[in-house]
T-cell receptor
Framework: NAGVTQTPKFQVLKTGQSMTLQCAQDMNHEYMSWYRQDPGMGLRLIHYSVGAGITDQGEVPNGYNVSRSTTEDFPLRLLSAAPSQTSVYFC??????????????FGPGTRLTVL | GQNIDQPTEMTATEGAIVQINCTYQTSGFNGLFWYQQHAGEAPTFLSYNVLDGLEEKGRFSSFLSRSKGYSYLLLKELQMKDSASYLCAVRDIDNQAGTALIFGKGTTLSVSS
């Protein structure tokens, strides 16, 4: 199993550009989520999905869109990039059940800089 | 409101024992997680507590008191490779996000020789 994969690893955008951060998992997990991590702020939830076709907003959703057409993929779209979106983005997945083993597995992250 | 607090930074020496505390206030509770994150890498799972008490896993132990909203991560026989950030996270079942985790800001541990 590859686990959770994210592409690209690094990206530089200009203000106003749009792009999609890719996330895929091969563990047949129902639950997927996107976090951003900023210095001194910890990990903050952007959007999440409890299964294919179902998505919802997290703590900081503004400026981002998501879709979940398959169980495996959960892309994050930046509609019009702003410098405030400079951050490290992590995708995570879990089985989505409330069991002791249901921890979240994180992808390697995408480091995004918006100029 | 939802709040998770942990110290920002801690330092310790090789071979020592360090305790990283975490206090939380959330609308619901269905487990507390500790993650380790090395600089430039993704968080990796360390431990999980849902009932009160101590869970031991080799050099790492985690404790939970639900009535006090308190947890700690205990690291024994510290090694240089333990220098990392340690993230406390609560699974808030009453949160709209279901199994989403609410994270503290992390504690950066520096281990010196």
């Amino acid at each position: 199993n590859a686990g959770v994969t994210q592409t690209p690893k690094f990206q530089v955008l200009k203000t106003g550009q749009s792009m999609t951060l890719q996330c895929a998992q091969d563990m047949n997990h129902e639950y997927m989520s996107w976090y951003r991590q900023d210095p001194g702020m910890g990990l903050r939830l952007i959007h999440y999905s409890v299964g294919a076709g179902i998505t919802d907003q997290g703590e900081v959703p503004n400026g981002y869109n998501v879709s979940r057409s398959t169980t495996e993929d959960f892309p994050l779209r930046l509609l019009s990039a702003a410098p405030s979106q400079t951050s490290v983005y992590f995708c995570a997945s879990s089985g989505g059940e409330f069991t002791s083993t249901d921890t979240q597995y994180f992808g390697p992250g995408t480091r995004l800089t918006v100029l | 409101g939802q709040n998770i607090d942990q110290p920002t930074e801690m330092t310790a020496t090789e071979g020592a024992i360090v305790q990283i505390n975490c206090t939380y206030q959330t609308s619901g509770f269905n487990g507390l997680f500790w993650y380790q994150q090395h600089a430039g890498e993704a968080p990796t799972f360390l431990s999980y507590n849902v009932l009160d008490g101590l869970e031991e896993k080799g050099r790492f132990s985690s404790f939970l008191s639900r009535s006090k909203g308190y947890s700690y991560l205990l690291l024994k026989e510290l090694q240089m490779k333990d220098s990392a950030s340690y993230l406390c996270a609560v699974r808030d079942i009453d949160n709209q996000a279901g199994t989403a985790l609410i994270f503290g800001k992390g504690t950066t541990l520096s281990v010196s020789s």
